[in-house]
């Protein structure tokens, strides 16, 4: 059985390399060289230069096992500075009957609350992890919205509030010139020189915020990252550059540590569900399933 496994997947490999062309095209098209330079003429190359800051970086997880048609869940939130200070956490658990939505979105929130609560240490960058766009989309409860506008109006400005993601699925900006693929796919073909694009209104959400999306490149040869900021339509190219100076300070192969250390605070393995649930004595519960989430 085994062998048959390999000659399988050896001649998988070999059809997926004799049709690498046929299947890059169904994503290309014909439109890929001209896609490639309109993204072009809105790419910034720039090399930072680094700028001393105070970047905080906020980040969530959650996690639970479900016994028997009940749920013991364990969501928790931190922010962290770009020194590894931990600057302040949330956390809540429990057993009750529970979906992964509705934990995301109380990890949503944790976050928001969170980022408003170091506001008044004038970080120069709150860096949340993730993107404020596909939280609007998948949280629709309308607190949270609100909770994310009083952010921004709690908010002097002393402070950058940024939402950043290493990925997107954003097709605003080439939709309409025939684009298969993401805006980020092909910002990344372009090459692999620092840079930025320039500033877009997402209006996916526009009756609900203003939101302006940047991809960057923080360091050469290392993937984009997407940076979205609220209710900034009229950000200038040299405000951005400024940006992008700051984030570089306390970055990690183009990636802002403030937002790697966060993670690595804040994730909820599936050991650490099963040592609670060994506390609540669910460990040997007949018919317990494993943890969702890793």
């Known amino acids: 059985m085994l062998e048959l496994g390999i000659i399988l997947l050896s001649d998988l ?10 299947k ?14 309109i993204a072009s003429t809105k790419w910034v190359e720039y090399e930072p230069i680094r700028k001393p800051s105070l970047s905080v970086g906020i980040d969530s997880s959650w996690n639970k ?12 939130s931190v922010a962290v500075s770009s020194h590894n200070h931990m600057l302040a956490s949330r956390w809540d658990y429990g057993i009750s009957n529970i979906t992964g939505d509705s934990l995301s979105a109380k990890a949503m929130k944790m976050e928001i609350d969170l980022a408003k ?13 993730g993107s404020i766009i596909s939280n609007l989309v998948h949280n629709k409860n309308a607190t949270y919205k609100e909770n994310v506008r009083a952010l921004f109006d709690s908010n002097d400005e002393e402070s950058d509030v940024l939402f950043i993601s290493k990925n997107s699925t954003s097709k605003t900006q080439f939709k309409e010139y025939g684009s298969r693929a993401a805006d980020i796919y092909y910002y990344n073909k372009l090459g692999h020189k620092t840079g930025f694009s320039l500033a877009n209104k997402n209006n996916f959400i526009s009756d609900s915020l203003d939101v302006i999306e940047i991809y960057a490149r923080l360091a050469a040869y290392v993937p984009l990252i997407k ?35 966060a993670h690595q605070s804040c994730k909820i393995t599936n ?24």
Do not use: W
């Open 13 to 22: 490999y070999l059809d997926a390399i004799k049709n690498k062309e046929k």
């Open 24 to 37: 890059l095209s169904s994503i290309h098209g014909d439109e890929f060289d001209d896609l490639l330079k």
């Open 65 to 76: 096992k479900s016994f028997q048609g009940i749920d013991l869940f364990v969501i928790d």
């Open 117 to 129: 609560s170091v506001l008044d240490q004038k970080p120069d960058y709150v860096c949340v992890d």
């Open 227 to 261: 940076i979205e900021i609220i209710n900034r339509a009229n950000i200038a190219q040299t405000e951005i550059q400024n940006l992008i100076d700051g984030l570089c300070y306390h970055s990690i192969k183009g990636y802002p540590y403030c937002l790697k250390l």
């Open 271 to 294: 050991n650490d569900v099963k040592r609670l649930a060994s506390l609540y004595g669910f460990k040997n519960e007949f018919g317990s399933r494993d943890s969702l989430n890793e």
